[in-house]
């Protein structure tokens, strides 16, 4: 564990802007910072950064937090395991007791895959540089392909030697479990049951995720040990930590340069990337010999919109990758490819180039990619009808992908004339294209409704015909008014507590499946109150000896929920405002900073998206033209909180009284029936209290 003083030094040091950069290209806008969100695929930035706040959000996927959060997410890593990589990051020594045995088996298993992949990275590095094997194998196969020593150390290059198991008998007398060591991918079991090197006899490629970590390995076959093998590449598989399709080869080196360059060099192989960066191109990543995915192509876009494909000049393969081109037109991303000479890799040009003559090369032959395709396929086609009518129908086809309009019309212009067509046909081709694809997304999106209909229904919830993702208010039934709400329902129409995190309160109304109903939005609009304004004073009352004492916004919800013997439904939200009211009288006591950086994750993570600017509830002029804020009105802002709050609660139990007496075995007993009608009447008659009380007005939504 790490102890808070640590965290609070982390979370002094680890500035936002800072850690988010190294993942995300960010503009400035006003006084934030915006960029493409690294946790969905979106081509409109939406992803906002905040360095005053120290928060980060995603307005459309809502993913967020403070920065410990973006690390959790981003990495995939526990909150303590974020804290140490920010510790890392800032030169903070971090001081840990020891683990006990139980607390070690109970480590998680990615941090475990992790552990063990970069053990065999350093394994790999030592034969390659310190054993014989390594030197008379290894070593001689890089230095001829003409890799530097400092290049092959950069990129942490290894070599595994033809023994079939002698990594497999060093990580387990290093006391690794074989479990983990089949699960990487590093090892094999055979039929016989024994441990079996998957990388004998080849040198190490490890594949590194964004921010440095190994997720995999690639292994070359040298000419030495060719007998019986047959395939010159051997990859990692996937496992728990390792998915091919999200990660890139060298986007760790490139990224930098990348941001810098402002443009992307696609190419096939390992070599690729690591001889370009030694010829002085940095701004380079490899597809690892697969096509372009959806993911590889949004971990591109997050740092530039401009891509360049290199190819191989005889052009093999490349009317096949074409096809997984479109993708990238579809992102929005701007594509320009390059044919190398005759006879000629990246790899094998960079060997013979400098970075001013490479670059020089790459500027004076590359054409954008529509063009291309334009070309190639006609040069295919000639004079045959039939195949220029596929042709045209695979440049619209690729056109009709392009999400701006304007791009799209100018390349249609320019296939019109290539073509020597009628730029209507084109248009008119393009708009069917994009109508179909539409009407195709809708179908799919009709469907996935219906999955999820289906399978709720087959897990007995019920689910509104108008929103698939919200169940309908559990039968629930109260026989007191809202001042005494019970802790547990009668026989026969019981609801299961919300899970609760240090309180013994059972919510009358369970919260899970509640989430869009209006009281938990009224709830979450206190909440958000409390953490961003819960020390600020909103009014001034009269003590008992008639002197004027301030109340803070925590004190007076606070006073107000117990006024009708009230509590937050959301165990989060009785935990934050009961922290509140804790340390509302601490020196320097400020209800955000103290939220955003609280060592419960859960607890930080809330806070950081309620304090987002997004949330801001309203700014409307005064008559003088000044924009009037929330905290410039907090005095008539949260009584009128409180008042909707309370009043969607009572809103809530009519609603469940009203279902329970249109069943039919309510309906036949006169008795039950006459008690739950009168139950409504009283709950009408609180309801029209507290309308008097909120006055003739419409409630904040």
Known sequence: MIDQATIDRIMDAAQIVDVVSEFVTLRKRGVNYIGLCPFHNEKTPSFSVSPSKGVCKCFSCGKGGNVVHFIMEHEQLSYYEALKWLARKYNIEVKERELTDEEKQAQNLRESLFVVNQFACNYFQDILHNSLDGQRIGMTYLRGRGFRDDIIRKFQLGYCTDSRDAFAQTALKKGFKEDFLVKTGLCYRKDDGTLHDRFWGRVIFPVH????????????????????????????????????????????????????????????????????????????????????????????????????????????????????????????????????????????????????????????????????????????????????????????????????????SVYIHECSQLLNMDEKILVEATSRLIGQAKENQFKEEERRKQREQRNALSTGKTVSAHDTNVPEPTDTLSDTDISKLPEKESAGTIAQPSPTLEDDYFPFIPTEGNEQKRFFIKEELLVRMIVRYGEKVMCYIEDENGEEKPLTVTEYIINSLKEDDLHFHDALHRKILKEAEEHLHDANFVAERHFISHPDPAVSKLAAELSSDRYQLSKYHSRGQKIITDEERLYELIPRLIIDFKLSIVEEEMNHTLKIISKPEILNDPEQYTVLMKRYKDLHEIQSILSKKAGDRILIN
């Open 209 to 408: 995720t964004l921010s440095g970590k190994i997720v995999a390995f690639g292994g070359r076959v040298l000419n030495a040990a060719t007998k019986n093998v047959q395939m010159k590449y051997v990859n990692s598989p996937e496992s728990e930590i390792y998915h091919k399709s999200k990660e890139l080869y060298g986007i760790y080196f490139a990224k930098q340069a990348i941001v810098r360059q402002d443009r992307c060099f696609l190419v096939e192989g390992y070599t690729d990337v690591i001889s370009m960066h030694q010829s002085g191109i940095e701004n380079v990543v490899a597809s690892s010999g697969t096509a372009l995915t959806p993911d590889q192509i949004r971990l591109i876009h997050r740092f530039t919109n401009n891509i360049t494909v290199l190819y191989d000049g005889d052009g093999a393969g490349i009317k096949a990758s074409i096809r997984g081109i479109d993708m990238l037109l579809e992102e929005g991303m701007n594509i320009k490819v390059c044919l190398l000479p005759d006879g000629d890799d990246p790899d094998s040009f960079a060997r013979k180039h400098n970075a001013t003559e490479y670059q020089a090369y790459i500027n004076d032959h590359e054409v954008d990619f529509i063009r291309f395709k334009t070309n190639l396929l006609l040069e295919e086609a000639g004079k045959d009808p039939i195949k220029r009518a596929s042709l045209i129908s695979s440049i619209v086809k690729s056109i009709s992908v392009i999400p701006e309009e304007i791009v799209r």
